[in-house]
């Protein structure tokens, strides 16, 4: 996978994300002003449903956050480990091209 395409996959995400909480304010808000209420009814509502917006908000910027620390841990951990197999499968190499030739000689290299 490359970086490109995980960031354009992250902000087409967070694009989508944004737009269903503006969406969803927009909608919100709109269906108390037509609701038959005083004032200081809809005022008040429209500050509960504001709060109670935010908080979500908030809360689903805190999940995603994790998620990708998450997958960048999971990255690391995957590339630490691909690492360590290259570096075995070289020692493997050298050791059966140490025994093929009767001493721990480096091979020669083409360039």
Do not use: W
């Not at 908030?58 to 960048?72: H, I, K, P, R, W």
């Not at 590339?79 to 020692?91: L, P």
């Amino acid at each position: 996978m490359h970086v490109n395409d995980n960031y354009e996959t992250t902000s087409h995400t967070s694009g989508f994300v944004m737009g269903l909480l503006c969406g969803a304010a927009v909608g919100a808000a709109v269906g108390l002003l037509l609701a038959p209420k005083t004032g200081a009814e809809m005022r008040r509502t429209l500050a509960d449903q504001a709060e109670r917006l935010r908080r979500q908000a908030g809360e689903t910027y805190g999940q995603a956050s994790e998620a990708v620390s998450d997958l960048m841990d999971k990255g690391r951990r995957m590339a630490r480990k691909g690492r360590e197999r290259v570096d075995d499968a070289i020692q493997d190499a050298k050791s059966a091209y140490a025994e093929e030739t009767g001493g721990p000689r480096e091979p020669s290299r083409p360039y």
